[in-house]
């Protein structure tokens, strides 16, 4: 067989190298593929898998190369040619060719269409609405109390699903849609949904006109950071299978999202071939749909793609024949996970031409496969042309494992810029203190049994505190073992060296007057050339003010470094702290207050303005404060509603005081 595969990301090397595979394929072309795409040997014969310079969306062009080459099967990957309506085309002129038509691929390619055909026929979904202009849409955001996710009704490359949580944010997601129109005629329509509480998953199923095969479960990773913060993107690593539905569970999944879905396709002559995608929430009421795609995930695909067993000839031939019911999917028993590194700036702007590294060594570890996306070559070199790089993906014995595998071949991967999580599967693995730098906060990758050579800057390692914040010399025996990443672990200059200033203060009564214990905290931990450059850089966030340095208290007469630095800097201490000792809870920023960042020194003269400060926290609560290292209790309730703390930090001889809240919306990490 001659097969034609149409796109040039992660989810097409990956359709590309498990077709090269079977025993049928005799001449392969991707159009337009990219640099890892074209390193793909047949296993028939050996043959190279030829790139063509033809755009996905070019149809004409695609229309006359397939019947040049005389192509026996066509793959389509990407989204926007089907809903351009490429298979109507190609089998208009007598091709064969996998993936749903224009009329199927409505499914995605309209979120209205999609929305009205579940709630039509009883496949279970959220409460929405859809929407052209403004205030009905804002009112039926407040009918939902402003927590919604509003969508473009077209395609937007994965990003045009905005979250809200409240009335400011629902109302300016959908000024961004249909007002502004950033997404252009895709949000000439929205759907606005109720935003669900529950643990989202990815459903994948391979449709042949009457039935759905439906594959094991897998879980993407939508947003760019860690802890799913920052920016949506197309996706940043997944992992199969989930540990979130039992055999019985999924197989009811079925029943109640692919049976109507068959039923209704049934009923509005809609025939279905292809992969069905549907984004799940699993809700307390059961698994609703977020969402149909009418394409395989990126990167869902690459990891269902390494466990798959099947012939994926095979699979896409009884698709487009309508006789699925004759074979049965096989998956192989390993885990598999997906880590996208992605250009720096992604999902923003971001520069291209990177020369890429150490793929050879990683392509060369055990059960390990790089998948490229955007990519070139460049010469002799390949480099980056894209947002999401490359998807480097591991097996496993479980999760576990083919996390550690994952990760194992990231780190040999090099070029400028590169970003990736470093929390792929942490929702499916048990909850651990050991999974977060208590003092960036970044996720840690697990030390490799029997690794060698230099650490990751995010490999896990332990750094030390003392039990009641305060280092004497010499150090005390009973230090506490925090987990700590290698980066900050051995960064010891400037402000990295904020994380061993901590000290406990207390602030109550003794025999009639005010009792202040405040302890040096630095002096064994630094040498003294970095204490005087912590102390330079400490003393420019205090213009005009005295404060204590190596060489004695000194007015502050410049100030180059911005306050907020060191707001942010005290903030991500109290924060990973936390996250550390009290994992149940998940902490953000906005969590937290910088009340206070004063020179409270204790130089002769000026005792007197460190008493007023301390005295002015100390009265802003009714309760004696507290910070209490060992336990780690430095919270008390101050009003009914809201959860709220002090904590005193010690830079030195200057005292920081940092307010903790919970919001009204705290709620427990799941």
């Known amino acids: 067989m001659k097969l034609l595969v149409i796109g040039s990301g992660g989810r097409e090397h990956a359709l590309v190298w498990k077709l090269a595979q079977s025993p049928h394929v005799t001449q392969m072309w991707c159009a337009p593929g990219n640099a890892g795409i074209g390193l793909e040997h047949l296993t028939k014969n050996g043959a190279l898998v030829e790139c063509v310079s033809i755009g996905a969306e070019d149809l004409p062009k695609l229309l006359a190369f397939a019947q040049e080459k005389r192509a026996d099967l066509t793959v389509v990957g990407p989204d926007n040619p089907l809903a351009m309506g490429i298979v109507d085309l190609f089998q208009s002129n007598g091709l064969r060719i996998w993936g749903p038509n224009q009329k199927a691929a409505q499914f995605e390619s309209s979120k209205v269409f999609a929305q009205n055909f579940m709630e039509k026929y009883g496949i279970p979904t959220a409460k929405a609405g859809t929407f052209t202009d403004f205030q009905a849409a804002s009112r039926f955001?407040?009918?939902?109390?402003?927590?919604?996710?509003?969508?473009?009704?077209?395609?937007?490359?994965?990003?045009?699903?905005?979250?809200?949580?409240?009335?400011?944010?629902?109302?300016?997601?959908?000024?961004?849609?249909?007002?502004?129109?950033?997404?252009?005629?895709?949000?000439?329509?929205?759907?606005?949904?109720?935003?669900?509480?529950?643990?989202?998953?990815?459903?994948?199923?391979?449709?042949?006109?009457?039935?759905?095969?439906?594959?094991?479960?897998?879980?993407?990773?939508?947003?760019?950071?860690?802890g799913d913060q920052g920016l949506n993107t197309g996706g940043m690593g997944t992992y199969s299978p989930t540990p979130f539905l039992t055999e019985a569970q999924l197989a009811d999944a079925a029943t109640k999202i692919l049976e109507p879905f068959t039923r209704g396709c049934a009923a509005e002559g809609i025939d279905y071939r292809g992969i069905l995608y549907p984004g799940i929430m699993l809700t307390k009421d059961g698994p609703k749909v977020l969402?149909?795609?009418?394409?395989?995930?990126?990167?869902?695909?690459?990891?269902?793609?390494?466990?798959?067993?099947?012939?994926?000839?095979?699979?896409?031939?009884?698709?487009?024949?309508?006789?699925?019911?004759?074979?049965?999917?096989?998956?192989?028993?390993?885990?598999?996970?997906?880590?996208?590194?992605?250009?720096?700036?992604?999902?923003?702007?971001?520069?291209?031409?990177?020369?890429?590294?150490?793929?050879?060594?990683?392509?060369?570890?055990?059960?390990?496969?790089?998948?490229?996306?955007?990519?070139?070559?460049?010469?002799?070199?390949?480099?980056?042309?894209?947002?999401?790089?490359?998807?480097?993906?591991?097996?496993?014995?479980?999760?576990?494992?083919?996390?550690?595998?994952?990760?194992?071949?990231?780190?040999r991967i090099h070029f400028d810029g590169a970003h990736f999580r470093r929390d792929i599967t942490v929702k499916a693995l048990p909850k651990s203190r050991n999974q977060r730098c208590y003092i960036c906060g970044d996720s840690l990758i697990p030390v490799p049994s029997g690794h060698k050579g230099p650490l990751h800057p995010k490999h896990a390692t332990n750094d030390h505190v003392p039990p009641d914040g305060i280092f004497s010399d010499p150090k005390p025996s009973d230090l506490i073992s925090v987990p700590c990443c290698n980066e900050c672990n051995n960064k010891h200059s400037g402000f990295d060296e904020r994380l061993r200033a901590f000290a406990a203060i207390e602030v109550g009564r003794n025999k009639g007057g005010e009792k202040i214990l405040i302890e040096k905290v630095l002096g064994s931990t630094m040498k003294m050339g970095r204490q005087k450059r912590f102390f330079r850089q400490l003393a420019q966030t205090f213009r005009d003010r005295i404060v204590m340095?190596?060489?004695?208290?000194?007015?502050?007469?410049?100030?180059?470094?911005?306050?907020?630095?060191?707001?942010?800097?005290?903030?991500?201490?109290?924060?990973?702290?936390?996250?550390?000792?009290?994992?149940?809870?998940?902490?953000?920023?906005?969590?937290?207050?910088?009340?206070?960042?004063?020179?409270?020194?204790?130089?002769?003269?000026?005792?007197?303005?460190?008493?007023?400060?301390?005295?002015?926290?100390?009265?802003?609560?009714?309760?004696?404060?507290?910070?209490?290292?060992?336990?780690?209790?430095?919270?008390?309730?101050?009003?009914?509603?809201?959860?709220?703390?002090?904590?005193?930090?010690?830079?030195?001889?200057?005292?920081?005081?940092?307010?903790?809240?919970?919001p009204t919306s705290y709620k427990p990490r799941t």
């Open 141 to 226: 955001a407040a009918s939902l109390g402003g927590r919604c996710a509003v969508k473009a009704d077209g395609l937007a490359l994965g990003k045009g699903v905005l979250i809200c949580r409240d009335m400011a944010q629902a109302d300016q997601a959908i000024e961004q849609v249909l007002v502004k129109k950033e997404f252009g005629v895709a949000g000439a329509q929205i759907v606005i949904q109720e935003l669900l509480d529950g643990m989202e998953i990815s459903l994948h199923a391979l449709c042949d006109g009457q039935m759905a095969k439906l594959f094991p479960t897998s879980q993407d990773h939508k947003r760019a950071l860690d």
């Open 291 to 411: 969402e149909f795609n009418a394409r395989f995930g990126d990167p869902e695909t690459q990891v269902y793609l390494t466990r798959l067993e099947n012939d994926l000839v095979e699979l896409f031939d009884a698709s487009v024949a309508g006789t699925l019911g004759r074979i049965e999917l096989r998956w192989g028993p390993l885990a598999s996970v997906c880590v996208v590194m992605a250009s720096g700036g992604y999902p923003g702007s971001h520069a291209k031409g990177k020369i890429i590294s150490g793929l050879d060594v990683a392509n060369a570890l055990p059960q390990t496969k790089v998948f490229h996306a955007g990519t070139a070559k460049s010469g002799d070199q390949i480099v980056t042309s894209g947002g999401r790089v490359l998807g480097v993906t591991a097996l496993g014995k479980d999760l576990k494992s083919a996390q550690a595998a994952a990760y194992a071949a990231v780190e």
């Open 549 to 662: 340095t190596p060489e004695g208290p000194k007015r502050v007469a410049k100030a180059s470094v911005e306050t907020n630095l060191v707001f942010g800097g005290v903030i991500e201490i109290a924060k990973g702290l936390l996250s550390h000792f009290h994992p149940e809870v998940d902490y953000f920023a906005d969590h937290f207050e910088v009340l206070d960042i004063h020179n409270a020194t204790l130089a002769k003269g000026h005792r007197d303005e460190q008493l007023a400060i301390v005295r002015e926290i100390a009265s802003k609560t009714p309760e004696e404060v507290r910070g209490n290292f060992k336990e780690f209790r430095f919270w008390r309730f101050v009003e009914p509603s809201r959860r709220c703390g002090v904590w005193l930090l010690v830079f030195y001889e200057s005292v920081t005081f940092v307010v903790f809240h919970h």
